[in-house]
């Protein structure tokens, strides 16, 4: 996994890596041997592109630190025959601190999550982020035959659409998928170039958000910000420009066999030696939560709660550990370094509190884990903790429920995620920020009759399995395909 042997695109590798699958490269001599993908997009991304055979376009800073978890990182090679074209575009170090570091996550990230007061406006990020974008749409028009598929990725190519509209064939389509939340106009309002972002979007035939909230928000910007576009609410349509935007929420999910599958495989001496390794006592009960290091995923909440319940209930201590895997995330940003110091202090003066000579109550972890450490995980762990401010879906809670084989674990699950629509009514619903629900709920999960916790399980289980990823890749490329034909009939008519 060492992205700095990968490069630009022009020295890339000639021929398949030696593991038969992978990107070909469009031109060049080395090969990118990154693996191990993960992140929510990345995670969810990789297994589709195994099974097509197009171009994938992605950023590529060889010399940058390798962080799996970010979803810029996403290049992957898979391990089938499949291959496709990869065509990696380098940004200079300006280029990421404003484009990646600048506007995506400085001003739509907290955007986006409803978190206007933490939005970093400095100069030059928002040209930066025009540019980056402009390349990118540069890089698909080089590719785009006619009647290309292009299918944009998030937040960071907001602008990009229009731009890639204007230079395909027009019975191209461009469709998009929008990861993260879509804020409310109260909350959009304060978006830099919102006008901007908004027409730059409209460029897409279809635009998918994971659920009807995000999509009926999009609709209400767009009524309110740009005068010139006609929404029709019932049918999710935007007429902008002589063109027309299809709106759809498509919750997106994992690839829930092969979690399934890892975990079905997790055998006792790779749990013990992961238990070893961090101090986990083998005989308690373990609760678990795992995200990257954001604000937005409420891990702070998550402790206050944890040591509610420690205070009110002193027959769990030493019976009960709580494992938080957190993975450090877009640490160049401040809010992000203060938010990191804030959770590992956290965790110090709770265990200090509670700790025994051979018993602490939180196992914290910066360490990125491999897969098959994670599905061991997940499948071991007896309570699982989600507990976002906001999430546009979440992947964790799903893959945790693919990853309980044995049926006997239980989901809390925060009320503010993509994830609680589908999964909600089965796992234990929490508010975040109310700590005193939050401990009875996981007081709930401990001590819930083991017939209860099948029958949700198995509930969770079903929905994860019947709407994974291939189902959602279905259901992308059936709108795509919609739209498509809509597309080409309006050329030839
Ligand atoms: C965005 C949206 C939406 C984490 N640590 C390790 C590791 N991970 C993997 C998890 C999971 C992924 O990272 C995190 O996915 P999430 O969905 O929870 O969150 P975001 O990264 O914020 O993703 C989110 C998603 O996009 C998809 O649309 O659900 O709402 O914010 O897959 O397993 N994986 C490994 N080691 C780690 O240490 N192997």
Not at 1 to 29: H, I
Not at 103 to 131: A, Q
Not at 204 to 211: K, P, Q, R, S
Request: net charge negative.
């Amino acid at each position: 996994d060492d992205a700095s042997e990968s490069d630009d695109d022009s020295a890339n590798a000639d021929g398949p890596p030696p593991n038969g699958g992978g990107p070909r490269s469009t031109a060049g001599t080395r090969a990118i041997t990154v693996d191990e993908p993960t992140g929510g997009l990345t995670a969810g991304l990789d297994p589709v592109v195994q099974r097509t055979d197009g171009t994938w376009i992605a950023w590529g800073d060889g010399d940058a630190d390798f962080d799996v978890t970010d979803e810029r990182s996403c290049v992957a090679v898979p391990p089938g025959e499949e291959a496709y074209t990869l065509r990696r575009l380098e940004l200079s170090e300006e280029a990421v601190d404003s484009y990646y570091y600048g506007f995506s996550n400085r001003v739509l990230w907290p955007l986006c999550h409803g978190f206007p007061d933490l939005i970093e406006d400095r100069s030059n990020d928002f040209e930066w982020y025009r540019t980056v974008n402009e390349r990118f749409a540069d890089a698909v028009a080089d590719h785009a035959s006619t009647d290309a598929v292009i299918w944009i990725q998030d937040y960071h190519l907001a602008l990009a659409p229009r731009m890639v509209r204007e230079s395909v064939p027009a019975s191209a389509t461009v469709a998009h998928f929008w990861h993260i939340p879509w804020p409310m106009p109260s909350t959009f309002r304060h978006c830099p170039a919102g006008g901007q972002l908004l027409e730059g979007l409209l460029g897409n035939d279809l635009l998918g958000v994971h659920v009807d909230r995000y999509a009926d928000r999009f609709l209400e910007c767009v009524d309110r910000f740009l005068p010139n576009a006609t929404v029709d609410r019932s049918r999710r349509t935007v007429r902008y420009d002589g063109d027309t935007t299809r709106v759809v929420a498509t919750p997106m999910g994992v690839d829930a066999e092969s979690y399934d599958r890892e975990a079905r495989s997790s055998g006792p001496d790779r749990l013990s030696d992961l238990f070893e390794e961090y101090g986990i006592p083998t005989g308690t009960t373990i609760g678990l939560g795992l995200d990257r290091l954001d604000y937005t995923k409420g891990i702070p909440e998550r402790l206050t709660a944890l040591e509610r319940f420690f205070e009110r209930n002193p027959g769990w201590r030493g019976e009960f550990t709580f494992v938080q895997k957190a993975t450090p995330s877009r640490t160049e940003i401040e809010t992000y370094e203060r938010h990191g110091e804030l959770v590992r202090s956290e965790v110090q003066r709770i265990n200090r509190r509670f700790e025994t000579a051979d018993w602490r109550p939180i196992v914290y972890t910066e360490d990125v884990l491999p897969q098959e450490a994670i599905c061991s995980l997940y499948r071991r762990a007896n309570v699982m903790v989600v507990s976002p401010l906001v999430d546009g879906m979440n992947l964790v809670a799903q893959e945790y429920i693919a990853a309980s084989v044995d049926g006997d674990g239980t989901l809390v699950l925060s009320d503010r995620t993509g994830a609680h629509e589908r999964l909600g009514s089965h796992a234990l619903t929490i508010d975040p920020t109310d700590t005193d629900r939050f401990a009875a709920q996981l007081e709930r999960a401990l001590s819930m009759s083991p017939h209860e916790r099948r029958w949700r399980m198995n509930t969770l289980r079903q929905r994860v399995f019947d709407g994974d990823i291939r189902s959602w890749m279905d259901t992308q490329f059936d709108w795509i395909r919609r739209v498509h034909g809509g597309r080409r009939r309006s050329e030839t008519g």
